[in-house]
């Protein structure tokens, strides 16, 4: 069934259609219409569930988390200062094996104050042991948060993940979305079960317990090993998703690479921009081509080689800003899995604290590649959509 | 219903479980720490269980039918003494670990 | 499933790492003797920790997990409304933590829960300061008590936990001490019988912390309750019983002699805690009678 939805209620869709059974949420800008919501639907009936009104982010993960090992479908959402409050037990989720999917609505984490879409908020979480799906648009989120619970849930997974939606971009603009019907995501999801470390008094068991120097290697090793044979149950999922509602889902989606001669990797909603100034380039007969990342951790490096093996000048645009890094994440990474290749990879970023990502910038972005790649100049604006003398940017009286 | 019958059938196998669970129970040879030893004096012990209501280990056993009345697993006693202290006859001394008394 | 390497007579093992003297560990003993296997109890980092063992092994053979510090109280949300959601009443969900985790650290966490009404058995194991840290101040460290980031003595006297809880119209909550355990039993029971959330705080001597003989953990217990220091009562459905009142305090003296993190408190500050004791004695009697 076809209904206008913005990427917050198509998040909500998702959790009710995967029969959430517990929910802990607290609001916050951009993500509160999500736990307004599904405290809405759980009040009327439209939902099965518990709804508990927790006090804080920290206690929403905390309460997942409980509620999760006790045999419940457990559910969250949350942006910004609040995914940075949680974090703590992001960590804890994913060490203990709670397989927890929450939607996360992009927002940078203050200081400076904004309330805007970028990603610093999951980025800071890159490395925690949660997977993370990063969504192009509403529908995208609808599918990627029903498809995730079925991977976090795989019992050699047991991993939590987030899916993540740009603030406002995403979580307020209204698309038409295709809701599956209920029928048809319980054929694709099965019941919750629990078959790991669970909290049960018939069958106890002491769950998260000290772990000593002598196997707390090996228990981590657990974590990295479900990373890294998450691709193979992710790839399944992904095809019984297509077969079962029809659309196709992809690790990484690739648009007009093949003859490319510099190609964009992106993630996000700007993808939509960059495949819009793509093809308006392609028409001016420059070869450019554009790599969305949709699966971020684990991070899809043997794809991304495949597709960009023989490319020679590859840029990567980041909306986060990486401080004292050499780079920020998306572009280290794409650069460690051209390890080997030679390719002149160049870092973007841009888009932060809200400020579009508009059509002109990309351009800019794609014309110094191909320039790059044309041997005219060397020219590389990393920080894509600074604006003049940003040191000036306050200037105010003071007694000196 | 289908549940339930499922429960019924369940059998206890040994499954792997990822992440850190603990299901072994046990406990230390805490006695092994003690530099001191409760020991009663049967013939005053009233048999009341005061000294086995406030064991911090709950290693202390009161048989009211046999002449050592009050039986300590020394595997576990830590010798903290709170024992000799509580005892309202005061029949319980603490001697030096290794000594003859 | 529990594989028994060495049993006990209760749901928890004889062979824990806890101190000598441990009050603590006294008090797990009568929650577990009480609340039985029917449970899941939820315990945070801190000493009650070493009851949870390490590795594959666990002191304790019933349901449960080890939380964070400070989310000991959310975490009991979650389970219980997962239970709830299950139509599972007859689990009794526990907290068990201690003074920095409940009073500090994961106060907000706690008032979120009392404040919503989720029906969870809250313990909370007071012996003053972070002692499984190494003895460092909490707000439940009680005035002049020496620690280490406060080794002059701390200059203020120790937060109201139950007073908290009683801001919020909890249904049950009550102090015990470990002299008296047929009172403590008996409101271990009140607690789990409690429609909705329920608070304990129990004053736990600490002989590494507060420096004093293991032997003396009970007759310390008992006499914070007769020097006023600590004070039995229940607040029940808005009602308060106070549950003991001695028939005349006995001097301060009488409970801190018996503790080295008193030990450099002068004559002249003694006189001082005495008056503050005496003091805050009578104006809560007064305050719970009223």
Redesign the interface.
């Known amino acids: 069934m076809f209904k206008m939805l913005d990427g917050n209620t198509s998040a909500v869709e998702a959790m009710k259609l995967a029969r959430v059974k517990v929910i802990a949420a607290y609001p916050i800008t951009p993500q509160s219409t999500i736990s307004e919501k599904l405290s809405e639907i759980v009040a009327n009936g439209e939902m099965d569930a518990k709804y508990i009104r927790v006090e804080s982010e920290h206690t929403a993960m905390s309460a997942c988390i409980g509620a999760a090992l006790t045999g419940s479908r457990a559910g969250t959402a949350t942006s910004s200062n609040g995914l940075a409050l949680m974090n703590e037990m992001i960590v804890a989720a994913s060490g203990i094996r709670a397989p927890i999917v929450m939607p996360v609505v992009n927002r940078a984490i203050a200081t400076p104050w904004s309330l805007w879409c970028e990603h610093m908020d999951t980025m800071s979480q890159r490395d925690l042991g949660w997977m993370q799906f990063f969504t192009q648009n509403c529908q995208d989120v609808l599918d990627y948060t029903i498809a995730a619970y079925k991977i976090a849930e795989n019992k050699d997974i047991m991993t939590p993940a987030m899916v993540c939606l740009d603030g406002f971009f995403l979580s307020h603009s209204m698309q038409k979305i295709d809701v599956p019907a209920q029928e048809k995501v319980d054929e694709f999801l099965p019941e919750y079960e629990l078959t790991n470390s669970y909290l049960n008094p018939e069958d106890p068991m002491f769950v998260s317990n000290v772990v000593g120097m002598n196997d707390y290697t090996e228990v981590k090793y657990q974590q990295k090993y479900a990373m890294d044979n998450a691709f193979g149950v992710i790839e399944n999922v992904f095809d019984e998703f297509e077969k079962q509602f029809g659309r196709k889902l992809n690790i990484i989606e690739e648009y007009k690479t093949e003859d490319a001669d510099v190609v964009l990797v992106c993630m996000g909603s700007m993808t939509g921009t960059v495949k819009y100034v793509v093809d308006i380039m392609r028409e001016q007969g420059k070869k450019v081509g554009m790599i969305k990342i949709v699966v971020f951790r684990p991070f899809p490096y043997k794809y991304i080689y495949e597709v960009l093996k023989d490319k020679k000048v590859i840029g990567v645009f980041d909306r986060n800003s990486c401080l004292g890094g050499q780079y920020p994440p998306v572009c280290t990474e794409v650069i460690a899995a051209m390890k080997g290749a030679d390719a002149d990879i160049r870092d973007y970023v841009g888009g932060l604290g809200g400020r579009d990502v508009n059509p002109a910038n990309i351009e800019k972005i794609f014309n110094e590649l191909l320039d790059i790649y044309n041997g005219s100049s060397d020219k590389h604006t990393n920080w894509i959509d600074l604006k003049e003398n940003p040191m000036d940017s306050r200037e105010v009286f003071k007694y000196v | 219903m289908q549940k339930q019958q499922e429960k019924h059938t369940k059998q206890l196998k040994k499954c792997r479980v990822l992440g850190p669970v603990a299901t072994k129970f046990t406990g230390g040879n805490t006695g092994s720490w003690r530099l001191e030893r409760p020991v009663v004096d049967f013939d005053a012990c009233i048999k009341c269980g005061t000294c086995a209501m406030y064991c911090p280990t709950d290693v202390i056993e009161i048989d009211k039918n046999a002449k050592e009345c009050v039986k300590i697993d020394y595997y576990y006693c830590k010798g903290c003494g709170i024992c000799a202290k509580e005892c309202p006859k005061k029949c319980i001394s603490i001697v030096p670990e290794r000594s003859e008394e | 499933?529990?594989?028994?390497?060495?049993?006990?007579?209760?749901t928890?093992?004889?062979?824990?790492?806890?101190?000598?003297?441990?009050?603590m560990?006294?008090l797990a003993?009568c929650v577990f003797d009480v609340l039985g296997?029917?449970?899941?109890i939820?315990i945070p980092p801190g000493c009650a920790?070493l009851l949870?063992?390490?590795?594959?092994?666990?002191?304790?053979?019933?349901?449960?997990?080890?939380?964070?510090l400070?989310?000991t109280a959310?975490?009991?949300?979650?389970?219980r409304?997962?239970?709830?959601?299950?139509g599972n009443d007859h689990?009794t969900v526990v907290g068990f933590a201690g003074d920095g985790g409940t009073l500090d650290i994961g106060l907000?966490?706690l008032?979120?829960m009392i404040?919503?009404g989720?029906k969870v058995l809250y313990i909370c194991y007071d012996n003053e300061a972070y002692m499984n840290t190494g003895i460092q101040s909490s707000s439940a460290t009680p005035f002049l008590a020496s620690t280490t980031t406060q080794p002059a003595g701390k200059p203020t006297v120790k937060k109201d936990l139950i007073g908290i809880a009683m801001a919020h119209e909890i249904p049950y909550a009550a102090t015990a001490s470990?002299h008296n355990?047929a009172d403590l039993k008996k409101k271990i029971q009140k607690a789990k019988d409690t429609d909705g959330p329920s608070l304990l705080h129990v004053l736990i001597p600490c002989?590494t912390g507060w420096r004093s003989?293991?032997?003396?953990?009970?007759?310390l217990a008992r006499a914070a309750v007769n020097t006023g220091v600590w004070v039995l009562y229940e607040y029940e459905d808005g009602e308060v019983t106070v549950n003991y009142k001695p028939k005349e305090l006995k001097p301060i003296e009488e409970y801190i002699s018996l503790q080295g993190r008193f030990k450099k408190v002068t004559d002249e500050e003694k006189k001082e805690m005495q008056k503050i004791v005496k003091k805050s004695y009578e104006r809560k009697i007064a305050k719970l009678e009223k």
Do not use: F, W
């Open positions: 499933m529990y594989e028994i390497i060495k049993d006990s007579k209760g928890l093992n004889h062979g824990i790492s806890a101190c000598a003297g441990c009050g560990e006294l003993r296997q029917d449970i899941i939820v920790a949870t063992g390490m590795g594959t092994e666990s002191g304790i053979k019933a349901a449960g997990m080890m939380c964070n400070e989310n959310s975490t009991c949300s979650g389970i409304a997962s239970l709830d959601a299950q689990t907000q966490s008032s979120g404040e919503r989720d470990l355990i002989p003989d293991p032997a003396d953990t009970i007759t």
